[in-house]
């Protein structure tokens, strides 16, 4: 994996044109700068790429010389290097990598991830995670969202794989929050759309409504026995569902004794 030092002269030739001075290269690892310093590169990638330099750069050369799986690349390498934490609970997520497989590991779930498990899972640590630098990196159109239990982050429409996916909403990102005692199970990834069956649950619906009608079975395997089996003068009002299953049995069991009963007189 690129040294701390490469990564940066490499986001300088992507991202600006040009190559980076070794005076450059010690400001940004230093802090100087103030976008944070050796051993957390998100913030000063991100504001490498944001720059005014950056966008002058874009401008000039249309893609800034990269194509999108380059750009792409530099952007999940970036997030592969954000640093996770070992405070919060994790109840909602893989423990593995924090929210995700390799596949998904700079997914927005799992950054999030990684930042929300710097911090104690409670409600008051909502407004500490959206004021963490990586996290002002990654989601800057993201917002509390007001009132409730404290435990809901509107994303912005930020997409799930960042470059690819679907857009991330309002998510419930802690489990039983409680903000009268300051206190949740964990943290959690609850999409508002699949806590109130939005389009998330669109397939288990569909399946649903076409289970629709469909009797449930019960615990009983024994068929219904009609009441003139039973010598009973009277038959137990059937249900609407089984009414016309019932009316033929019936029948047929009429038959049945009459038969008997004609045969019987000829002995």
Known sequence: MPTEREQLANAYRQQLGRAASEDELNQWLSGAYGYGQAGNLAPI???????GEAQSYRS??????????QQAVLGMSQRDALR???VGTMRGFNLGDYGGDVKARTSVKNMFSRIASRYGS???SVDAIMNDPDFKALFPNARKVPGGAGD?????????????GVPVGVVDVLEASDP???TAKGWQWLPEDVAQGGPANAAYSQTQNAIVGVPRPTTSTTMPVS???????????????NAEFLNRFNQLVEEFLARDRNSQSYV
Request: hydrophobic share 25%.
């Open 45 to 51: 990638l991100s504001a490498i790429g944001q720059s």
């Open 60 to 69: 000039r050369s249309g893609t800034g010389g990269q194509s999108q799986t």
């Open 84 to 86: 996770r934490g070992d």
């Open 122 to 124: 409670a409600p008051g």
């Open 152 to 164: 809901k982050i509107d994303f912005g429409g930020v997409k799930s794989d960042f470059e690819t």
């Open 180 to 182: 009268s005692r300051n």
């Open 227 to 241: 009441d003139v089996v039973r010598g009973e003068t009277r038959a137990a009002a059937p249900s609407a569902t």
